[in-house]
């Protein structure tokens, strides 16, 4: 079965760091472009970063930029994303996401792990 | 690019028929994708290209639209397609979502 499965996301104080992990199975991750994408509770989706293939070009959103890295391991088949200097604006449930190229749709979305920035 | 989405919400009984709209700041060719989402659950992509449907999603779903005015047509409604619904651009970074029409039963 094609997945990914989101793990690393808990209860963080404001200012601290969490390193979200996805790892894909029933796929290569080396050949797809891969994106993580957050949605604060009861709010919308919001793209947060993105990564090519071969790890050439990376992308953030302005609300993340110089805070949060993303990065891949093709060779385990992971993806991750380094979140430093967490707001409570970062509180959220963060997916993974894969798609054949940057300009094509995600198709195939992890199941989310939940991220809450609190005092 | 902004992506605005009307209505916000919208009441509809099985059977009927329901459009949304996704509206563009600037042109976006038909670089233009829609998410199904339900409570608790990731989103499930059901078109891209602006008109073209996932394999697998059903055919009463379609999708329409070019430039700057889009939008995504249920023909005859289900009852598991009460939902929220999502539209995205991926022209160009930053990578937009809409913020969403909430679908729910009459």
């Known amino acids: 079965e094609v997945q990914l499965v989101e793990s690393g996301g808990g209860l963080v104080k404001p200012g601290g760091s969490l390193r979200l992990s996805c790892v894909a199975s029933?796929?290569?991750?080396?050949?797809?472009?891969m994106n993580w994408v957050r949605q604060a509770p009861g709010k919308g989706l919001e793209w947060v970063s993105s990564?090519?293939?071969?790890?050439?070009?990376?992308f953030e959103a302005d609300s993340v930029r110089g805070r949060f890295i993303i990065s891949r391991d093709n060779t385990k088949n992971s993806l991750f994303l380094q979140m430093n200097s967490l707001t409570v604006d970062d509180t959220g449930v963060y997916y993974c996401?894969?798609?054949?190229?940057?300009?094509?749709?995600?198709?195939?979305w992890g199941q989310g792990t939940l991220v809450a920035v609190s005092s | 690019i902004q992506l605005t989405q009307s209505p916000s919400s919208l009441s509809a009984s099985v059977g009927d028929r329901v459009t949304i709209t996704c509206r563009a700041s600037?042109?976006?060719?038909?670089?233009l994708t829609w998410y199904q989402q339900k409570p608790g659950k990731a989103p499930k992509l059901l078109i891209y290209?602006?008109?073209t449907l996932q394999s697998g999603v059903p055919s009463r779903f379609s999708g329409g639209g070019s430039g700057t005015d889009f939008t995504l047509t249920i023909s005859s409604l289900q009852p598991e397609d009460f939902a929220t619904y999502y539209c995205?651009?991926?022209?160009?970074?930053?990578?937009?979502f809409g913020p969403g029409t909430r679908l729910e039963i009459k």
């Open positions: 290209a602006a008109s």
């Open positions: 990564i090519t293939s071969s790890s050439s070009y990376r």
């Open positions: 029933g796929f290569t991750l080396r050949t797809y472009h």
């Open positions: 995205q651009q991926l022209t160009t970074y930053p990578i937009t």
């Open positions: 996401t894969r798609a054949s190229s940057g300009y094509e749709p995600p198709d195939i």
């Open positions: 600037q042109g976006i060719s038909s670089d």
